[in-house]
């Protein structure tokens, strides 16, 4: 009850729940009531959490923060919200997102943006929670659920915990069931868990983790307790600073905050070491076109025959071209056209196979670093929390916040983001832990540390 009443009462200034579910969560935590009572409690029982809205759950609503999906019911679960539900979760409603994923600010949500409950000293400006988890953070942040699912394809988990100042995981790529995942880029997309501490985001990704066959790509091996891992000793550890990260026009804040966790980790026990990554630079572009051209052919099936929204007009083309110039967002349609571009004949060796082997080449670099280092540190975004109003309006400039969170979801190595303090405006910033493949316990050790 209290946390459906901070959702009544702060909510309709951040927008953070496109749905809310205030009486399947009142009947939910009945029943977590009896099963307490009759000492049958599970890790999460009672535990209210709220979901992004890009998992299908059953009889609720599931948008995508899209028109086009806007008044979808989906007839089944997804395995990663079927997981949390197993373990005695509570879910309070669904929460916002850029529309399909597709962002960094969570202002192209077809439900209208997000406020980060942040504010800059003395200032009244509306700051952005970051995207495309952007609701998930947000709530999260301004305590109107204990933690919450993401998405991350490219750093939609890390960049909006970091500018929310909580802490949120990307796990390696195949931990976490994709089904029920309402799909963006297959090769990247990954759910895992944000809440205000490593330790809640360690038994949330126990639960959410493991082995489905109901996804092809998700990787049949044990879970481990996370949890566990808070506390034990970096000792020895070998932690790498990737050179290239340090990109020109960094904000000194960002710069200090980072040699600051690199003495933290020192202090503890833990070899610090230069490292190089030497292909990060070609990170942006080549997800900019291996993601936007999986999303053209993921986002093929809504032509309002099968489901969704429908334009009706005369003819079936007609008809398909209304829905879809009706149903999506203008991000989402430039993503399409891009998309489509690389894949065409004429186009696909010049930018999609090229961007196939570089995305290899930056795996290796990977690879090889992880020979040498046990993990990576690194700050989560470039920036901190910018206002609504100062969101670039060239796309490619908004493309660039993405330089620190994309060649882990490329190498489809695991990746965590962590409040290291506040800037000179009083805004969080973040660090990024990255491990080697399945090194989930490695990152969040460092991370307690950090913490
Ligand atoms: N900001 C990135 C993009 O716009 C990442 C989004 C994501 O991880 N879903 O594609």
Request: with cysteine; charged share 20%; glycine share 10%.
């Amino acid at each position: 009850n209290a946390f459906l009443d901070a959702i009544e009462r702060l909510d309709g200034q951040i927008n953070s729940f496109i749905t809310r579910t205030p009486e399947q969560a009142r009947q939910a935590a009945r029943q977590a009531d009896e099963a307490i009572a009759k000492g049958q409690a599970k890790a999460l029982t009672g535990i209210p959490l709220g979901i992004k809205d890009l998992f299908a759950t059953k009889g609720v609503r599931t948008t995508a923060a899209s028109r086009i999906l806007g008044d979808f019911t989906p007839p089944y679960e997804s395995t990663v919200t079927q997981n949390l539900l197993d373990d005695g979760a509570v879910f309070l409603g669904k929460l916002n997102l850029d529309e399909f994923a597709m962002g960094s600010t969570n202002l192209t949500s077809a439900f209208g943006g997000v406020e980060n409950p942040w504010k800059r000293h003395g200032s009244d400006a509306k700051l952005v929670p970051g995207g495309s988890s952007g609701g998930s953070a947000a709530a999260v942040a301004a305590g109107l659920c204990l933690g919450a699912t993401g998405t991350d394809t490219g750093g939609s988990i890390r960049q909006p915990a970091a500018y929310c100042g909580i802490t949120g995981i990307k796990p390696t790529y195949g931990r976490c069931s994709r089904f029920g995942q309402i799909a963006f880029a297959s090769s990247l997309d990954q759910a895992g868990p944000m809440a205000r501490t490593l330790q809640d985001c360690a038994i949330l990704l126990e639960s959410m983790a493991g082995f489905d066959p109901k996804d092809a790509t998700s990787v049949n091996q044990p879970v481990p307790r996370y949890e566990a891992a808070l506390g034990r000793s970096i000792k020895g550890m070998k932690i790498g600073i990737p050179r290239e990260y340090r990109v020109p026009g960094m904000p000194a804040d960002i710069d200090k905050l980072w040699q600051e966790a690199a003495s933290w980790l020192k202090a503890a026990g833990a070899e610090v070491v230069d490292i190089s990554l030497p292909h990060t630079k070609h990170a942006l572009p080549t997800y900019y076109i291996a993601a936007l051209a999986e999303a053209s052919s993921n986002l093929a099936r809504y032509d309002g025959v099968r489901y969704g929204m429908r334009a009706e007009r005369p003819s079936l083309d007609e008809m398909y071209e209304a829905t879809r110039a009706e149903g999506f967002g203008e991000e989402v349609k430039r993503r399409i056209l891009l998309g489509t571009h690389v894949l065409s004949s004429g186009y696909y060796d010049a930018y999609y196979l090229r961007a196939q082997k570089v995305r290899t080449l930056i795996q290796r670099d990977f690879l090889r670093a992880f020979e040498e280092v046990d993990v990576i540190l690194t700050p989560t975004a470039p920036s901190g929390a910018f206002a609504w109003d100062e969101k670039p309006t060239d796309p490619v400039q908004m493309y660039l916040n993405d330089v620190f969170t994309v060649p882990a979801s490329l190498a489809g190595v695991p990746a965590l983001s962590l409040p290291g303090g506040l800037d000179s405006q009083g805004v969080p910033l973040g660090l990024q832990l990255i491990g080697r493949f399945f090194g989930e316990e490695d990152i969040i050790a460092a991370g307690h540390v950090v913490e």
